[in-house]
């Protein structure tokens, strides 16, 4: 029930392309839902975040919709820029789980120009 | 650099060495944490220390040894590793008891195991 589900694992665009990922979760008391960028030889970086009161998020080019009834959340990259090629992960914190965060398994995402 | 500063930055040790990792927060943060990072797996968390206790030890093995001696160092000792040990070994901190809100990792220590 701890388990955060992240798909897919890779991924490949094109410049100005919108690369989706999504993430599931089964802990309805899961109450924060951030996404962490990672470039290599680097430790994971806070992106965006968002909290399950609210069904969407906005923060530059980054995106996060959040579906509360489906438990599923997903981040969409507006006009993306080979400088997003990345690794991205979903986590999620909160209930019995509080100070923890359980991680996605990661989506490698590649943009070419 | 992000706050949470990791040494060092690559590690080789053989199998029966004895070597630390060493993570260090100049954030005021009261929470610490081990994670290994392996290919194709997710994040998994090893050690959680708040306030310089040890409030989670995640069934790790004990060749892996944390050492917290107060809120701002947190250090890895490993001994007779095996080469499955051989991971990105990421610290990070938070404010205390979780604090996702705050949480920020280091730039890791790429262990090899030879």
């Known amino acids: ?23 599931a979760y089964e802990n309805t008391a899961f109450d924060y839902f951030p996404w962490y960028q990672q470039f290599p030889g680097k430790g994971p970086a806070l992106l965006i975040a968002i909290r399950p009161d609210v069904s969407e998020k ?28 990345a690794t991205y992960f979903c986590a999620a914190v909160g209930g019995t789980s509080y100070g923890k965060l359980t991680f996605g398994q990661g989506t490698i995402l590649t943009v070419h120009p | 650099e992000t706050g949470v500063t990791q040494t ?80 990105l070994y990421l610290c990070a901190s938070s404010p205390p008891w979780g604090g996702a809100y705050g949480y920020t990792f280091g730039s890791g220590t790429r262990l090899t195991v030879v």
């Not at chain 1, 490949?12 to 993430?23: A, D, E, F, S, T």
């Not at chain 2, 060495?17 to 954030?27: A, I, V």
């Open chain 1, 58 to 85: 906005k923060e530059g080019r980054f995106t996060i919709s959040f579906n509360k009834s489906a438990k599923q959340f997903s981040l969409h990259i507006m006009d993306s820029q080979p400088g997003d090629s």
């Open chain 2, 8 to 87: 060092p930055r690559h590690l080789v040790m053989g199998m029966t060495n004895k070597k630390s990792l060493k993570c260090e927060q100049h954030l005021g943060h009261n929470a610490m944490y081990w994670y290994k990072q392996s290919a194709k797996k997710p994040l998994e968390l090893m050690f959680v220390y708040n306030f310089k206790e040890q409030t989670e030890n995640n069934s790790v093995p004990s060749r892996f040894s944390p050492e917290c001696p107060n809120s701002s160092h947190l250090f890895l000792h490993l001994h007779t590793l095996q080469p499955e040990d051989s991971a």
């Open chain 1, 1 to 23: 029930q701890q388990q955060v589900k992240q798909s897919p694992q890779s991924l490949i665009v094109q410049k100005g392309g919108i690369p989706i990922i999504n993430c």
